[in-house]
């Protein structure tokens, strides 16, 4: 953040929590409500909105906590990731964030770097996300150049490569866009197409052969994307499945049907049939 704000970006004011009072001192400055973070979490899990002071300090020393060994173990055996590993056998504490509240939309922008220069963007407004501050599950496509230019600052402070993920709050009343945080990852739209500029694969791979861009066909023109399966685990009879387009891996049958067993919790009057139908806009045909 302060990164962010020396290249002159929106940002709303961060500090670095290290103690209750350290949490007191803040709420005296900042008040309620305030978004308290555990740097390297991810699906809104390390993230806490909180309006009071027993509800700060209960979520500040959740957060700060080590990582508990049998999801770090679930981690490194089921997901192939490490990383909770030493944090969690040393009883490492989490580094934990206090930031300001903007109130607004918030929205994501999906980025692929080469060298400090941005190849492509995707922008979106997070429409539902699958629980507070949680991953979201329905996305709306957007243009924002104040989106864009922020992006092209870090990425060229930071002479960033590889796909990145960039979270932003844009105000209500101006529309002004506050960068909140980045991840050094891929995200769960990276795949979309768009158009030029707007195709990260084709974008890095174009820069990482040296081959000519080659632009895959546009996912879709509705700029509202269902998110497979966030959204139909969220609520199988969500709209969003039928208006918008919903992003199903068709040609990935085995990964379709997975999905689809893992989801083991739902309601009595989803049979295993009926499950798969709610995937698609188009019923499927009896078995």
Excluded at 53 to 60: G, L, P, R, V
Excluded at 68 to 74: D, G, I, Q, T
Excluded at 159 to 181: K, Q, Y
Excluded at 241 to 260: K, T
Aim: contains cysteine.
């Amino acid at each position: 953040m302060e990164l962010a704000q020396d290249v002159g970006l929106r940002v709303p004011k961060t500090q670095r929590i290290g103690s209750i009072g350290d949490l007191r001192r803040w709420i005296a400055q900042a008040g309620f409500p305030t978004v308290l973070k555990a740097d390297g979490s991810s699906g809104g899990l390390g993230v806490r909105i909180v309006h009071s002071a027993e509800e700060a300090a209960s979520a500040f020393q959740t957060l700060q906590a080590p990582p508990n060994v049998l999801r770090a173990a679930k981690w490194t055996l089921l997901d192939q990731d490490a990383r909770l590993v030493w944090p969690s056998l040393l009883r490492r504490r989490s580094a934990v964030n206090a930031q300001v509240f903007v109130p607004g939309r918030e929205a994501t922008s999906a980025t692929v770097c080469w060298k400090g220069a941005v190849l492509a963007n995707l922008h979106f407004e997070v429409v539902h996300r699958a629980y507070p501050a949680g991953p979201a599950t329905v996305l709306r496509s957007i243009e924002s150049a104040e989106m864009s230019s922020a992006v092209a600052r870090i990425a060229r402070r930071l002479n960033l490569s590889g796909m990145h993920g960039f979270d932003f709050v844009r105000e209500e009343c101006t529309g002004n866009a506050h960068l909140i945080e980045m991840n050094p990852r891929a995200t769960q739209v990276g795949h979309l197409t768009f158009g030029p500029g707007r195709d990260l694969p084709a974008a890095l791979y174009a820069a990482v052969s040296g081959e000519d861009l080659n632009v895959a066909p546009k996912t879709t023109e509705n700029d509202t994307i269902a998110l497979f399966p966030q959204e139909w685990t969220r609520d199988p009879d969500s709209v969003f499945l039928r208006s918008a387009y919903h992003d199903v891996p068709w040609e990935e049958p085995s990964l379709v049907l997975g999905c689809v067993r893992k989801r083991r919790r739902r309601s009595a009057r989803h049979s295993p049939q009926n499950l798969i139908q709610t995937v698609s806009p188009v019923r499927l045909p009896p078995a």
